[in-house]
């Protein structure tokens, strides 16, 4: 498998600021890690792909703009929301795959409240 | 397009008691199948995972899962389960859209009463 680290695992901060969220493979170089955003009590929402050394391939509906993502190295994503506001509050979770299988590896997760 | 049903929001079950939680996959070809556990507050995990080969498949903790080609199913089973085990449980295809990126169904809430 692939072990992935989150970090934060929580974060509070005020309405127009910026959060960062990294997530890192630590024992698989990854090209491609993705982005998923949680609400309580439901399924993971597939928000973007991360392409290493490239942009990001954002999901339909999804705000470019709103969520940052950078993967500058094979081993670090990051996912910065500009501008937080309460709606934005949520759980987020990044994972790598291991293949055309679709096996994936998730972090620990951020929960994000923008306050 | 693929898909995953998982069609119980919820499951309740005595500790000590089998457990069973279903999931429904829509694909044309065969499908990678998954399996995952999810604590909360805390991120995914791998269960179980099918590819090919025997349909009855062992994962971690005690748990397995058989895959139904006729009923395009892959149930996840457990003939013991321990309160630890609350949580919540996704179903996963993948190879499709993408290949990298699977399809996951809506989760299953599994509550353990002692």
């Known amino acids: 498998g692939a072990v992935v680290s989150q970090h934060p695992s929580w974060v509070i901060c005020k309405s127009g600021t910026s959060v960062k969220i990294e997530c890192r493979s630590l024992d698989f170089q990854a090209t491609t890690m993705f982005w998923y955003r949680q609400f309580p009590k439901q399924s993971l929402m597939l928000m973007a792909t991360s392409n290493e050394g490239s942009k990001a391939t954002y999901e339909q509906g999804v705000e470019k703009d709103k969520f940052l993502i950078n993967h500058a190295s094979l081993t670090l994503s990051t996912l910065t929301v500009t501008s937080a506001h309460p709606e934005d509050s949520s759980f987020y979770i990044c994972?790598?795959?291991?293949?055309?299988?679709?096996?994936?590896?998730f972090g620990q997760g951020t929960r994000l409240t923008v306050v | 397009a693929q898909s995953v049903t998982q069609p119980d929001i919820h499951i309740t079950v005595s500790e000590g008691a089998s457990l069973e939680l279903r999931c429904n996959y829509s694909y044309g070809a065969t499908p990678y199948l998954f399996w995952y556990v999810q604590s909360p507050g805390q991120g995914l995990q791998l269960l179980l995972k099918?590819?090919?080969?025997?349909?009855l498949v062992q994962g971690i903790k005690g748990f397995e899962a058989e895959f139904k080609r006729s009923q395009s199913s892959f149930n996840l089973m457990k003939p013991s389960v321990h309160w630890s085990d609350a949580a919540e449980y996704f179903c996963a295809v993948g190879g499709g859209r993408g290949s990298y990126i699977p399809t996951f169904g809506r989760g299953t809430s599994l509550i353990v009463h002692p």
């Open positions: 099918y590819f090919s080969g025997d349909t």
């Open positions: 994972s790598v795959s291991l293949g055309v299988t679709g096996e994936a590896f």
